[in-house]
């Protein structure tokens, strides 16, 4: 499908690890940092469904990838043989002091069960459908005037000068945070995600960069600990746990965690599905003729592009699909590859934005389900809406410059646009 291709220049990737080794041999040696699973990864999983639906490397210091959606489901709802201590592969593995127990570095995406069940639940309110919905004319409002802005640029880019940054000014918002600290959050979403240096932090920079982090979301805590208002800052810092305040740890890896969660994902799926449009004039056609499936629409574009990947444990020695996987090893929960299994879907390749049954599994399966959903739907639907009735014809301007992040949460990160036709 043309529309699966974009540059496989290495140098366009963004946040790949330089000392990787290109991959050969995917079904002995997967690499999800490699440039070929950045830019097209469709092709990768479809080999692998056929020849070697459970595959092993040594990287990361040995690590399995389930490409179909029985194997992603069955890992993600077996709590017993798998933890989620750590979720971003790297290459090194936290040992048993590292992370402070029950809490996990960010509760409760790294919390087991029981713990997690407690720390998951005091977070629902927060995301409620009626809280989400509140927010819907402010993130109207972000839209607006970001493509206000962009009308007069020159050289205007869907996912630098817009999707980008949709999700950072909603989470900001919810947080409390400076508004123009946008740039400090971007920056702790690379450390995080694409740099995994939380899990390894094993040398005086990324030591540093861990400290710095702590130190920005230890200034916001005093702030609203100083000044307190309506947000879920706020919220936590009041929340109590058998009728105790959570720990100091416990905030700030949750606060982590949503910024983390919040941003790259929506603004990689928000970026994808215009990347998507960008290339599609029909599709762009039929949203303009049919308004009426734009729900539909979203959960396809949720599907077909789901950005998140997450990362397990291995916690006891077990065998699954005849291998032997041994504790301590890493495995990929590709979300995105089980979306795109044709056992499980029909035309699980093709884009069909009226597509009436779609149980995807972009958000994650099992306990830790994204909390966070309603708000991704919401932002996804207005940023595509408010696009879409500005910039109906809009196209990409070249295809081959789109550049796409490495590793486990994988959007467009730059996309360069014409926002009319061109003569
Ligand atoms: C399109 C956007 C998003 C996608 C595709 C997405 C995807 C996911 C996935 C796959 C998981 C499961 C993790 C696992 O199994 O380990 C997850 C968990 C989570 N997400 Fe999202 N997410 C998105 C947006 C958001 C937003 C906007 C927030 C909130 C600000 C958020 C907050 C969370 C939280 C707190 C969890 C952990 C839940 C738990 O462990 O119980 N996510 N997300």
Request: glycine share 6%.
């Amino acid at each position: 499908m043309s529309t699966d291709h974009a540059s496989k220049d290495p140098e366009l990737i963004e946040g790949r690890p330089d000392e990787h080794r290109p991959v050969s041999d995917w079904a002995t040696d997967f690499d999800h940092t490699d440039p070929q699973w950045a830019t097209n990864p469709f092709p990768i999983w479809e080999d692998l469904r056929a020849s070697c639906p459970l595959s092993r490397t040594e990287r990361f210091g040995g690590a399995w990838l389930p490409v179909t959606q029985e194997l992603v489901s069955t890992i993600a709802y077996d709590t017993e043989n798998y933890t989620s201590r750590a979720v971003v592969v790297s290459e090194t593995r936290p040992g048993p002091d590292d992370l402070p127990a029950p809490i996990g570095l960010a509760p409760p995406i790294t919390s087991d069960p029981p713990f997690h069940h407690m720390a998951r639940r005091l977070l629902l309110p927060a995301f409620a459908p009626k809280k989400i919905e509140a927010l819907t004319d402010s993130t109207i409002a972000i839209c607006e005037e970001l493509l206000d802005e962009i009308a007069h640029m020159d050289a205007p880019d869907a996912a630098l000068h817009y999707s980008q940054h949709i999700p950072v000014r909603v989470i900001a918002h919810m947080l409390g945070f400076p508004a123009s600290d946008a740039d400090i959050f971007r920056h702790i979403i690379h450390v995080v995600i694409e740099e995994g240096v939380r899990s390894e932090a094993d040398d005086e920079g990324r030591i540093a960069e861990t400290l710095a982090i702590d130190a920005y979301f230890d200034a916001q805590i005093a702030d609203h600990v100083a000044n307190p208002r309506d947000d879920l800052t706020n919220f936590l810092l009041d929340a109590r746990l058998d009728g105790q305040p959570l720990a100091h740890e416990h905030v700030r890896g949750t606060m982590l965690l949503l910024l983390v969660a919040g941003i790259d994902t929506t603004w990689s799926a928000i970026g994808a599905a215009l990347w998507h449009l960008g290339q599609r004039p029909d599709h762009r056609h039929q949203l303009v003729e049919q308004p009426e499936i734009w729900p539909f629409a979203i959960e396809e574009f949720l599907r077909a592009y789901a950005p998140v990947t997450m990362g397990r444990l291995v916690a006891k020695d077990h065998v699954l699909h005849g291998q032997n996987l041994s504790e301590g090893d890493w495995v990929l929960l590709p979300f995105p590859a089980a979306n795109r299994d044709p056992e499980f879907l029909a035309d699980a390749d093709q884009v069909v934005l009226d597509r009436p049954e779609n149980r995807h599994s972009a958000f994650g399966l099992g306990i830790h389900r994204c909390i966070g959903s309603n708000l991704a739907r919401m932002e996804m639907t207005v940023a595509l809406q408010q696009w879409m009735a500005r910039y109906p014809d809009f196209s990409l301007s070249d295809p081959g410059a789109v550049t796409w992040s490495a590793g486990q949460v994988r959007g467009p990160r730059s996309i360069p646009v014409h926002l009319s036709p061109t003569a």
